[in-house]
DNA sequence: GAGTTATTTTAGAATTATTCTCAGTTGATA
DNA sequence: TATCAACTGAGAATAATTCTAAAATAACTC
């Protein structure tokens, strides 16, 4: 908890209980999964809550939008540098740990000025890797 | 022209006009930006035909549906391999053709097939650190 | 601990991109 | 040049997100 007084924003529990549901949280949820998700504890939760809560945790830096899905945006917790393998089969995102050293052809070099870059990756993973070989 | 042939799909007038809207176009339309283009030659056209015939262009590798914008859907209308830089300051997007070679890291390789990748840069673009260098 | 205040919550309305509907039209093929 | 599956288009429907404004409250001060 340490880690959400660090985020200067006003320690609500319904904020507690949306930071609680990410906090770990692997699943790179949609708002309305978080939506969903807490309401059981807070009945009269309502969506504007949740895109408040994320507008002030993006902007304070504790929690990513994901452009990776074409329907809604998603939200991943882990807001260090990594990147995104995503299952065209089951659409599950996995997230990838590994600082890839990219620099931009010769011709554009001069002139821009690159703070990041995102990388996704598409193809089957594991599990249904595994499911379309029996 | 010669290339639509190949598309296998009826060629109705609003459907060039899409076409050559779209033939050697860098700057990444929207389904509105299309719209409004092709509306100036086909006063009755509507959404639904800007979307059909991209659902069929997409359908066929004609073009690429990019999630870089938050609010809308963007086209691409070069399906060959190739990544984006986008400016964080005027939102232009610059087509990166560089084939970066990625493989994902060691604990991953074996269970994964990769069939694909898709990198975004971001920064700042010529002309934008040109303006704050003024 | 009580008072103050700026911030937050909430229900519901508004907005916006995209998809759907279906009747009328038309490109492509024979 | 007749046929028909595919396409067009006006508008309605859907769905994600944002906005509104009144009531509630966390955090700060004393």
């Not at 059981?40 to 002030?56: D, I, W």
């Amino acid at each position: 908890m340490q880690r959400y007084r660090q985020l200067q924003i006003k320690l609500t529990p319904q904020r507690l209980a949306i930071l609680s549901y990410l906090n770990g949280n692997k699943t790179h949820p949609s708002a309305e999964d978080i939506y969903k998700a807490v309401k059981k504890q807070f009945p009269t939760m309502s969506f504007a809550t949740v895109y408040n809560t994320l507008e002030a945790l993006k902007n304070r830096g504790g929690v990513m939008e994901l452009k990776i899905d074409d329907k809604r945006k998603r939200y991943d917790p882990d807001s260090t540098k990594h990147h995104h393998f995503i299952c065209t089969k089951c659409r599950s995102i996995v997230d990838i740990f590994k600082d890839y050293k990219l620099s931009l052809p010769d011709e554009l070099k001069k002139g821009f000025d690159v703070t990041g870059n995102s990388i996704e990756f598409y193809g089957t993973c594991r599990k249904c890797k595994k499911g379309s070989e029996q």
